[in-house]
T-cell receptor, first 109, second 113 residues
């Protein structure tokens, strides 16, 4: 069946550092891929998405590229801020939506 | 103004009790969902309702029963609560066929003692 694997957290970075959160998937067919963010005390919000191979999703300085050859959808940001501290979920949709376990990010000032 | 709202925000109860969590959305969506987020932050879909019909049930125990009185509401009723039910439960909604853009509620933290 379909599955999503994210790097384990927590990830702790200093402000303005480069961020990468790895996400790989297994799926039949051609799923859509997503990153969701959960800020403390809030529900999930869609951060970005890509619906086909080589698509790049981007939002709020975050980017992720749908890599079919490596079955990956790694989340990157060039310069993180304290306000980016949250839990990030990778997800895929191939009929039903499956979420990864989430990666907690702490950004220190 | 709240798009997806849940009540209560916190729920503490004893094992064996029956409890309900309410969810309402004012977005005009016709599909609603319930997710369970456990202590390790795993987020798992429990139910999805489209036009008041159940379309997904991820092998959730039958102690959990979603109830949708209308398109804007999807309540979660839990019978005979167990310790392992302790988690944060999230409600979400979307347009039918647009499951990629789901709007989530703030969550309900359930603690079973």
């Amino acid at each position: 069946g379909n599955s999503v694997t994210q790097m384990e957290g927590p990830v702790t970075l200093s402000e303005e550092a480069f961020l990468t959160i790895n996400c790989t998937y297994t799926a039949t067919g051609y799923p859509s891929l997503f990153w969701y963010v959960q800020y403390p005390g809030e529900g999930l919000q869609l951060l970005l998405k890509a619906t086909k191979a080589d698509d790049k999703g981007s939002n709020k300085g975050f980017e992720a590229t749908y890599r079919k050859e490596t079955t990956s959808f790694h989340l990157e940001k060039g310069s993180v801020q304290v306000s980016d501290s949250a839990v990030y979920f990778c997800a895929l949709r191939g009929g039903k939506t499956i979420f990864g376990a989430g990666t907690r990010l702490f950004v220190k000032a | 103004d709240t798009a997806v709202s849940q009540t209560p925000k916190y729920l503490v109860t004893q094992m064996g009790n029956d409890k309900s969590i309410k969810c309402e959305q004012n977005l005009g969506h016709d599909t609603m969902y319930w997710y369970k987020q456990d202590s390790k932050k795993f987020l798992k879909i429990m139910f999805s309702y489209n036009n008041k019909e159940l379309i997904i049930n991820e092998t959730v125990p039958n102690r959990f029963s979603p109830k949708s009185p209308d398109k804007a509401h999807l309540n979660l009723h839990i019978n005979s609560l167990e310790l392992g039910d302790s988690a944060v439960y999230f409600c979400a909604s979307s347009l039918a066929g647009r499951t990629d853009t789901q709007y989530f509620g703030p969550g309900t933290r359930l603690t079973v003692l």
